[in-house]
């Protein structure tokens, strides 16, 4: 996997030169970028950059070589930008936006061009700090993923009629020193903005299904992992979860795909792929049903094995009537359909009772378990 980096350079070092070859971009986090044509007595400055502007974009989105020297003017710190980090982004443009994009690039050349012909100084682009901030949240995921640092952590799906474990939850961990404040859901925002859902998705399928193997969890439990509609439309999908699973050693029959909200809107998209994961063997779960945007059409549309009872839904059935009504109409629906329910975000006794008394079948959450390494959840179950 293209690892992704955080650069320094020293004062007075040369970041690129003009004509090299531009296979990536920078975003300067902090320090000053002198823009230049020329050496010494003929060196023309044609712009100053510093924290949060980008320099050497051009050149990566049209593959043309480099127009200046680009130098820290002081200690730099940059961030790398990889070729397809922009071009994920533009490949998501309306055409017409695409054909304006290059056309600006062109009348920019033009204009630098004119610039450095004059002696004028060039205004670079800059982007946000939402941007910058997305950009150096991709970069560091990656690098971490390629050195193994992303780990995955199991929770337990409890059966309420014998509280007997009969599965787990895969879900994404990264503890990253540069971004504590980051929320898992906030990471998997920001990977579904590029095909870096793509590649995490792979890598949380094969460490989970690797780290359950390894266990033991495998002979007696199902897996559930969480997939988005940028994975379930990739070519070869299927094929590629087929071949990880056999691999691991985990049985493809056993492992539970659970479709995010993002399926939603994509339905007739992703059908052909849910049908090959159940000609597989594999089960098909309805994620944060009851939320507002899933609903029983949804259910009958993808043909699920299991609805996953929304948390938010869970927190209030012991103060709300209707919250109550709406989860045993979920499980009434369900049962009719031949369907499992699990609850998740189970905190508390009294939710779990409520539960029991709705004819729900399994629970997830705190007041059973935390998530854990599959190490410490198979020991917790005494398999060694």
């Known amino acids: ?189 920001i990977a579904e903005q590029t095909r870096l859902i793509n590649e995490l998705g792979y890598y949380v399928f094969k460490r989970a299904c690797e780290d359950f193997v390894t266990n033991g969890l495998h002979k007696a439990h199902w897996l559930s992992i969480n997939v988005s509609a940028k994975q379930l439309v990739q070519p070869h999908f299927v094929d590629h979860c087929c071949d990880i699973a056999k691999e691991a050693g985990m049985p493809f029959e056993k492992i539970l795909f659970e479709l995010t909200e993002s399926c939603i809107p994509e339905a007739e998209v992703i059908l052909p792929t849910l049908n090959q994961i159940r000609e597989r063997g594999g089960k098909i779960a309805l994620d944060d049903y009851g939320n507002g945007t899933s609903s029983l059409i949804h259910v009958c549309r993808f043909t699920v094995d299991f609805v996953k009872l929304d948390r938010e839904i869970i927190a209030e059935i012991e103060t709300s009537q209707e919250a109550l009504t709406i989860v045993r109409a979920v499980v009434g629906a369900a049962a009719a359909l031949g369907i499992e329910v699990v609850a998740e975000g189970v905190q508390t006794e009294a939710q779990r009772d409520l539960l029991i008394s709705a004819g729900c079948t399994y629970v997830q959450g705190y007041f059973y378990a935390k998530p854990a390494p599959a190490s410490e959840c198979a020991a917790a179950l005494g398999i060694k």
């Open 1 to 189: 996997m293209e690892q992704q980096k955080t650069v320094t350079y020293k004062a007075g070092e040369q970041i690129f030169a003009l004509g090299d070859v531009g296979d990536s971009a920078y975003l300067i986090q902090s320090g000053l970028v002198r823009i230049s044509v020329g050496k010494d007595e003929d060196q023309r400055i044609l712009g100053l950059l510093g924290d949060g502007q980008l320099l050497g974009e051009m050149a990566v989105i049209d593959s043309h070589p480099r127009m200046a020297d680009a130098f820290a003017l002081e200690d730099t710190t940059l961030v790398r930008i990889e070729t397809h980090q922009f071009l994920d982004r533009i490949e998501r443009a309306d055409p017409l936006v695409r054909a304006l994009l290059m056309l600006v690039i062109e009348r920019y050349r033009s204009g630098l061009d004119r610039a450095i012909e004059h002696n004028q100084h060039d205004v670079q682009p800059s982007i946000s700090q939402d941007d910058f901030y997305s950009l150096r949240v991709e970069a560091a995921l990656k690098a971490d993923m390629a050195a193994g640092r992303v780990a995955v952590q199991l929770q337990p799906a409890v059966a309420l009629a014998n509280e007997e474990t009969k599965g787990f939850e895969a879900l994404l961990r990264w503890s990253s020193e540069a971004f504590p404040e980051l929320a898992t859901q906030a990471l998997v925002d």
